[in-house]
């Protein structure tokens, strides 16, 4: 069963530039996740989907970020403008609709460095 | 709101070595535990969680116990191997509809031959 899959694996902008990353959970899972994690500290989550529906983003920078999963399978994170201090590592992860075993799977991450 | 503490890092130890990672939580009500580890270029995985009190979560010779007394949830190892060079995250699962999960800062474990 393949996991799930992020792109690109690494990014470097310059601040006030855009940037979107790209990820693709493994098939048949309905719940999707975006974390943030800044160097030498835990993932933080950013947005959370049920199909292509919005659970909870109360932690996502909207003046800045926006993320979409269209079709209720890939989604799409994007910032613009970066900042500095979004340089982190972005977590996409993945779990069956109403799983209750609070497992997630997650993909390699990108990691963004913003200069 | 509910959130994870871990003890510090980088922990180093030499191989067979016992390993005690600490993990408290504060929580409303009784969240489910986990503990996620992330190895050299891959991404975090499950290696063990626990979903009510006194429940023991165990994977690959680590062990936590859920203790709802001392609001805990450490992991052990009785003898660490240099392939269980990692970080190591706690993490809780909030009571409340979806299941996002909170993660600690993450501990460094290396171990030496």
């Known amino acids: 069963e393949a996991g799930v899959a992020q792109s690109p694996r690494y990014k470097i902008i310059e601040k006030r530039q855009s940037v979107a990353f790209w990820c693709n959970p493994i098939?048949?899972?309905?719940?999707l996740y975006w974390y943030q994690q800044i160097l030498g500290q835990g993932p933080k989550l950013l947005i959370q989907?049920?199909?292509?529906?919005?659970?909870?983003d109360s932690q996502l920078p909207k003046d800045r970020f926006s993320a979409e999963r269209l079709k209720g399978v890939d989604s799409t994170l994007k910032i613009q403008p970066a900042k500095l201090e979004d340089s982190a590592v972005y977590l996409c992860?993945?779990?069956?609709?109403?799983?209750?075993?609070?497992?997630?799977?997650f993909g390699e991450g990108s990691r963004l460095t913003v200069l | 709101g509910d959130s994870v503490t871990q003890m510090e890092g980088p922990v180093t130890l030499s191989e067979e070595a016992f390993l005690t990672i600490n993990c408290t939580y504060t929580?409303?009500?009784?969240?489910?535990l986990f503990w996620y580890v992330q190895y050299p270029g891959e991404g975090l995985q499950l290696l063990l969680k626990?979903?009510?009190?006194?429940d023991k979560g165990s994977n690959k010779g680590f062990e936590a116990t859920y203790r709802k007394e001392t609001t805990s949830f450490h992991l052990e190892k009785g003898s660490v191997q240099v392939s269980d060079s990692a970080v190591y995250f706690c993490?809780?699962?909030?009571?409340?509809?979806?299941?996002?999960?909170?993660f600690g800062k993450g501990t460094s474990l290396l171990v030496t031959p």
């Open positions: 993490a809780l699962r909030p009571l409340g509809p979806g299941y996002a999960l909170n």
């Open positions: 929580a409303t009500g009784y969240p489910s």
């Open positions: 098939s048949g899972h309905a719940t």
């Open positions: 626990a979903t009510k009190a006194d």
């Open positions: 989907f049920q199909n292509n529906g919005v659970v909870d």
């Open positions: 992860a993945s779990a069956p609709g109403g799983s209750n075993t609070g497992e997630l799977f």
